[in-house]
């Protein structure tokens, strides 16, 4: 249901058509998001069965029949019941990050290398943070020149903070491992079977 929330904070702006709608999303949140137009098409369905948005066909001469999407007051109703609601998603299940990242899962089997094997494995998530936390703040730093909604940058500040905590539990990750390095061999080194 958050995609059609999403589409609806789109056409909150101004009515618009679907390619429009994929494109900002797609800038706001992210080349990566994921979204289709599988997914968006359906979703601008449903919006329309509940009556939330009204679609208006624009025959064009030389071009394919435009579809101009605009919210309608039922839509402005429960998007802003949405927008003001509590977050029910806000507290995950505890141990949700374990299962979602599939590193971690590894992680915790890591006894089992060599020290220096978790070392090169910690580099290399270093390695793709470092280049993740680029890529933010240059998107950041569009989006600053662009003067873009003061909170929707946010979003990206928080995306940066967060990679900035991974960087930071890497370098402990790999701290760990150097120093391990150093007491003990591991079992495998050992010829443990």
């Excluded at 039922?74 to 949700?96: C, H, I, K, M, T």
């Excluded at 989006?143 to 990679?163: C, F, L, N, S």
């Amino acid at each position: 249901m958050p995609l059609e929330y999403m589409i609806l904070g789109v056409l909150m702006d101004e009515p618009t058509h679907g390619y429009s709608i994929k494109k900002q999303l797609l800038e706001t949140f992210s080349e990566n998001l994921g979204l289709n137009d599988g997914q968006l098409y359906p979703a601008l369905s449903r919006l329309e069965r509940r009556g939330w948005i009204k679609k208006q066909v624009i025959e064009q001469r030389r071009s394919p029949t435009k579809h101009l999407y605009r919210v309608t007051r039922r839509g402005e109703v429960a998007f802003f019941r949405w927008l003001e609601s509590a977050d029910p998603e806000a507290e995950p299940a505890p141990y949700d990050f374990f299962w979602r990242y599939g590193f971690l899962q590894k992680c915790s089997f890591f006894r089992q290398l060599d020290p220096a094997t978790v070392i090169a494995q910690a580099c290399q998530k270093l390695e793709d943070v470092d280049r993740r936390i680029a890529e933010l703040e240059s998107f950041l730093k569009r989006m600053e020149e662009k003067e873009a909604d003061p909170y929707r940058q946010m979003i990206v500040e928080y995306g940066i903070r967060y990679q900035r905590m991974r960087r930071e539990w890497l370098e402990d990750l790999r701290a760990r491992a150097t120093a391990q390095a150093h007491e003990k061999p591991s079992r495998l080194a050992a010829g443990a079977p």
